[in-house]
């Protein structure tokens, strides 16, 4: 998890500059990662069916090796500058814009622990197969292969602004459909497909935020911070609370919790966040 954190952001800066004057296409890149997730969720899924779950570590191996076979490649990487690293981001760093995007991205995050840590083990509870987990856990993912599709055209029609604000009041929706009508497999259909809202705008948008308003030289730093603030300490405190949440309270209520967590984000996005700064943050000579 160490180093496949830090390869992350990295490579979210590559695909950015690969794409040149096209940054807005790429969604169309990084579905194709979605795609790969749905391909193993349900591909595990119907394999579990039938084989011990044990065999899991085995199969990821060999994905883990394929990944580090394609990181052989090579890539086009963006100039570096002299300019003092330290001094031009931290400047970057003071915008309130940039403190409510750290904000709400990591309660965002926070949000999402009950379900990476426990949506497959309380779908199973309630009685669902595990292919049909697997199902629902491509359907979100299909979900958000569609949005990525569109979403150039999203971030020319409307304002990064507008797109957060209601793509997490769409997440605080998701989570409450999920705490409360689990059983019902329409709504958790549609609870599902607001994964496009609740991920795939979202990422997005950040990766998109970061490259607007860092400097050119610093866009390695902007993506790692969000990364590390939003999926590594909310990631991480979210799967930590949410286990100590179900275990005293049950799945149900975590979801509860999460969808209020991800209302406070919206309230911080809607108070706080501005995707209309006058110029993009500049380097400090």
Same mark, same amino acid.
């Given at each position: 998890?160490?180093?496949?954190?830090?390869?992350?952001?990295?490579?979210?800066?590559?695909?950015?500059?690969?794409?040149?004057?096209?940054?807005?296409?790429?969604?169309?890149?990084?579905?194709?990662?979605?795609?790969?997730? @749905?391909? !193993?969720?349900? &591909? =595990?899924? $119907? %394999?579990?069916?039938?084989?011990?779950?044990? /065999?899991?570590?085995?199969?990821?191996?060999?994905?883990?090796?394929?990944?580090?076979?394609?990181?052989?490649?090579?890539?086009?990487?963006?100039?570096?500058?002299?300019?003092?690293?330290?001094?031009?981001?931290?400047?970057?760093?003071?915008?309130?814009? @940039?403190? !409510?995007?750290? &904000? =709400?991205? $990591? %309660?965002?995050?926070?949000?999402?622990?009950? /379900?990476?840590?426990?949506?497959?083990?309380?779908?199973?509870?309630?009685?669902?197969?595990?292919?049909?987990?697997?199902?629902?856990?491509?359907?979100?993912?299909?979900?958000?292969?569609?949005?990525?599709?569109?979403?150039?055209?999203?971030?020319?029609?409307?304002?990064?602004?507008?797109?957060?604000?209601?793509?997490?009041?769409?997440?605080?929706?998701?989570?409450?459909?999920?705490?409360?009508?689990?059983?019902?497999?329409?709504?958790?259909?549609?609870?599902?497909?607001?994964?496009?809202?609740?991920?795939?705008?979202?990422?997005?948008?950040?990766?998109?935020?970061?490259?607007?308003?860092?400097?050119?030289?610093?866009?390695?730093?902007?993506?790692?911070?969000?990364?590390?603030?939003?999926?590594?300490?909310?990631?991480?405190?979210?799967?930590?609370?949410?286990?100590?949440?179900?275990?005293?309270?049950?799945?149900?209520?975590?979801?509860?919790?999460?969808?209020?967590?991800?209302?406070?984000?919206?309230?911080?996005?809607?108070?706080?966040?501005?995707?209309?700064?006058?110029?993009?943050?500049?380097?400090?000579?």
């Amino acid at each position: 998890s160490f180093f496949w954190n830090a390869v992350l952001p990295q490579f979210e800066v590559i695909t950015l500059y690969g794409l040149g004057e096209k940054r807005e296409r790429y969604g169309r890149v990084r579905l194709w990662g979605s795609l790969g997730f @749905v391909g !193993a969720v349900v &591909l =595990f899924g $119907f %394999l579990f069916d039938y084989i011990s779950i044990a /065999y899991l570590p085995h199969c990821l191996t060999i994905i883990i090796a394929l990944i580090w076979l394609s990181s052989l490649c090579a890539f086009s990487q963006p100039p570096q500058s002299s300019v003092d690293i330290k001094k031009t981001f931290l400047s970057a760093l003071k915008s309130p814009s @940039v403190i !409510a995007f750290l &904000l =709400f991205n $990591f %309660l965002l995050q926070l949000s999402h622990g009950p /379900y990476y840590t426990f949506y497959s083990i309380y779908m199973e509870d309630l009685g669902y197969e595990r292919s049909m987990i697997g199902v629902l856990w491509a359907v979100g993912v299909v979900a958000e292969v569609v949005l990525f599709v569109f979403m150039h055209r999203f971030l020319q029609r409307f304002s990064m602004r507008n797109i957060v604000l209601i793509s997490l009041l769409l997440t605080s929706v998701r989570w409450l459909l999920t705490g409360a009508f689990a059983d019902n497999w329409p709504v958790v259909i549609l609870a599902q497909c607001l994964h496009a809202a609740s991920f795939g705008a979202m990422h997005a948008v950040a990766i998109h935020f970061v490259h607007q308003y860092f400097p050119d030289d610093k866009q390695g730093q902007g993506q790692a911070v969000y990364s590390s603030v939003s999926f590594g300490a909310g990631g991480a405190l979210g799967a930590l609370l949410s286990g100590a949440v179900v275990d005293n309270f049950g799945s149900a209520v975590a979801f509860y919790l999460a969808s209020i967590i991800s209302a406070a984000g919206l309230m911080i996005a809607y108070l706080w966040f501005e995707s209309s700064l006058s110029k993009k943050i500049v380097s400090i000579s």
